[in-house]
Nanobody, 114 residues
Framework: QVQLVESGGGLVQAGGSLRLSCAASGSIFSRATMAWYRQAPGNQREVVAV???????NYADSVKGRFTISRDNAKNTMYLQMNSLKPEDTAVYYCNGVFSRNVWGQGTQVTVSS
């Protein structure tokens, strides 16, 4: 069983930065393509950034150039560095696998004020 715990969210003004962490239990993490997702009120959950087990990354157009996804397989942890935050980035952020989806964690709230 894999458990996912997101942390690092908070309240920040537009233009500020946050660093999110995702702690994943279980041995599957190091072999899995992982992603950060987000869901704003009234919207569907969307993919923000993806990272493969080998470290290849891809980003949603809305966050390219501003967000950086990374992982530390030895620590079973994934990160999302968010810079130049905008109010439209406000959402609950979740981590999970892409091809091996686990039970969703509680997410971490990111609120960007204008």
């Amino acid at each position: 069983q894999v458990q996912l715990v997101e942390s690092g969210g908070g309240l920040v003004q537009a233009g500020g930065s946050l660093r999110l962490s995702c702690a994943a239990s279980g041995s599957i993490f190091s072999r899995a393509t992982m992603a950060w997702y987000r869901q704003a009120p009234g919207n569907q959950r969307e993919v923000v950034a993806v990272i493969t087990s080998g470290g290849f990354t891809n980003y949603a157009d809305s966050v390219k150039g501003r967000f950086t996804i990374s992982r530390d397989n030895a620590k079973n942890t994934m990160y999302l560095q968010m810079n130049s935050l905008k109010p439209e980035d406000t959402a609950v952020y979740y981590c999970n696998g892409v091809f091996s989806r686990n039970v969703w964690g509680q997410g971490t709230q990111v609120t960007v004020s204008s």
